[in-house]
């Protein structure tokens, strides 16, 4: 992809790079992902798969011997945001998933984005969206953005589908964002926004919304079912770690210098610097 083509929440100083969901029936999720999602296979071993497109990695899937599902009320996942190019691979997603009897959870208009939500055969959360140009959403004078939840001309959106069939996800389709579910707001507030030294953009009852480079959001908490969750479990299903990809080496720098004063262990990978979150959910930052 070009520079002119990355979409604007990739080229913030972070940006959310992949997901890894821990799931009990592997062939079946992957199968949604690949049938009703749009992604494709790219590495398959007999315990996970990765999934993507065009080559980028976006998904990856494991199961093991020993797996719980995790109840509705877990600290864990509440969606992965995939983001399409834009309106028209929004309208013929749509248009696949009605013609495939996906029955869909909701369609909003966040004023910064459409969005649709389902869930995957395990109840994980996805929302398969499209970003408004930044020049076309408010900023209020503090710098956060304004955001609603406005109901979602569905026909209109789905008569404007070109007929051509649907061959997957388009090529620059990306993890927009990724929404979780906490146990406590401020503690929340403390870790992504004092430690990882993302902004709070907006803020819902119950719910903060953080990015950098003034995107709407790249990663969101909400306690709407989960107010008082403690640490996951190591064998549970649904989000066990997620990557965030800096593209400034002096933001990731100072998230690390910040990691080290608040004494949150970190250890070196391959991929980058990996921790958990207060809920004990992984994450990797990387370079």
Known sequence: MTEQQQPFALSRPLHVG????VVNDLARVSGFYQKIIGLSVLEKTPSGEVLGVAGVPLLTLTTGGNVARAPRNAAGLFHTAFLVPGRLELAQWLAHAAHNNIQLEGASDHLVSEALYLSD????GIEIYRDRTPTEWTYHQDGTVAMATDRLNLQE??????????????EGTALGHIHLQVGDIPQADAFYRDVLGLKIMARYPGASFFATGDYHHHIAANVWNSRGATTRLENMTGLSDYTVKFNDQSALANALSALEKHEIATTKTAEGWALRDPWGIGLTLAA
Request: no cysteine.
């Open 18 to 21: 992949r997901a890894h969901l």
């Open 121 to 124: 055969p395990e109840g994980n």
């Open 157 to 170: 959106l789905y008569n404007s589908a070109p007929q051509a069939a649907f061959a997957g996800m388009a």
